[in-house]
């Protein structure tokens, strides 16, 4: 395996588990579970937040019960504007704990507490804290998509939407960045700013298995099309694009661009929400397979696809897989995430 940086650690190897196959569910059937589910949400005083790549069922039923479709700090902030007692996470652990973190006080839970992510995974908070050690003299800088306990071992939090300018803010101030998990967003950022950074060695399984040559051939079939990026792509795939950017930026692209037709390079649960602002547009995914392809998830995270009305159903009845975040960790974890938050406001005005 080759490192962005000499002194890198070899990460542990993640397991990617297969993509969920869930008993296909009938007309009726759905719309009991749905029934059930909004019931059950009202009675918990409870609220559903779901990401993106979650499945669309799931996305819509958030919305029309009041929830929230987001990107994960959306979602933790969503939960922290409303008055619901409980927060039902569908996504991933780590949305579930930073939800948990910003509101510590709340009880969050999940669909399954096993749907986890590659990037938080291959990023172990020991083997973190040693490389962060060995540095002492760099910023910490961790992705949104990292554990409690490495949040609370950083200095500050990024989204991939905010990225950027935070790097930019500290190159200017002269600080230099020790940058986690993500090598590609790591690079792409750095690109852009010129900061000094040193990268942990990690990846998304799912932004990983874009191809570049299988791309350009994509595109030449559809020499019309804009081609949207998610910056945890690699950089082969990010230097094709029309379009680099976050979840949600990548949703506002298809909502405002004139182009009619988008490959869309990120995990293909979010075409549910592109096809919501522009149902007129044609996307299509861009391909995974290719020289050195494995499919490993073929662009759907199998983590996400851990998240199911059934699931969320038997949750709901049973209380079960409550996420815990001690308040003493909450509290150390809390500050690199509103000194994100902070600077973001400080953007905007």
């Known amino acids: 395996m080759s490192h962005p940086n000499a002194d890198a650690p070899i990460i ?32 918990q005083n409870a609220v559903l937040v779901a990401h993106y790549y979650t499945d669309g069922e799931i996305q819509d039923l958030a919305e029309e019960t009041g929830g929230c479709v987001a990107d994960s700090l959306e979602m933790a902030r969503f939960g922290t504007e409303h008055a619901a007692k409980t927060l039902v996470v569908a996504g991933v652990r780590f949305m579930g704990e930073t939800s948990k973190i910003l509101n510590n006080e709340k009880r969050v839970i999940m669909p399954d507490l096993a749907a986890t992510c590659s990037l938080d995974e291959g990023c172990p908070k020991e083997m973190f804290s040693q490389f962060c050690d060995a540095h002492p003299e760099h910023t910490v800088v961790v992705y949104a ?30 600080e230099k960045i020790l940058w986690g998990p ?30 570049s040559v299988a791309l350009e051939r994509l595109r030449k079939l559809h020499p019309d099309a804009a081609i949207l990026v998610h910056p945890e792509s690699p950089e082969q795939v990010v ?29 293909a649960g979010i075409f ?13 995914e861009a391909p995974t397979m290719g020289e050195g392809a494995t499919c490993q998830s073929c662009a759907r995270c199998p983590w996400m696809g851990m998240n199911s009305l059934q699931n969320l159903a038997e949750v709901l009845k049973n209380g079960s897989n409550e996420v815990e975040v001690s308040a003493n960790l909450a509290a150390k974890a809390r500050l690199p995430i509103q000194r994100m938050l902070d600077f973001a406001k400080t953007m905007r005005k």
């Open 145 to 174: 998509n990292t554990s409690a306990e490495v949040k609370a071992r950083s200095d500050w939090v990024v989204t991939s939407g905010i990225a950027l300018p935070i790097i930019k803010h500290l190159a200017e101030k002269g």
């Open 12 to 43: 542990p190897e993640v397991h990617v588990p297969d993509n969920p196959v869930w008993p296909a569910l009938g007309e009726a059937a759905t719309k009991t579970l749905k029934t059930d589910i909004k019931k059950m949400l009202q009675e």
């Open 272 to 284: 549910n929400k592109m096809r919501q602002v522009a149902p007129d547009k044609v996307l299509l």
């Open 239 to 267: 230097d094709q694009a029309d379009v680099v950017g976050s979840t949600t930026a990548l949703i506002d692209a298809v909502k405002t661009m004139d182009h009619q037709e988008f490959i869309v390079a990120t995990d």
């Open 182 to 211: 993500d090598k590609h967003l790591g690079r792409y950022v750095q690109r852009l700013t010129g900061a000094e950074m040193l990268f942990w060695p990690g990846s998304c399984v799912v932004h990983e298995e874009f191809r």
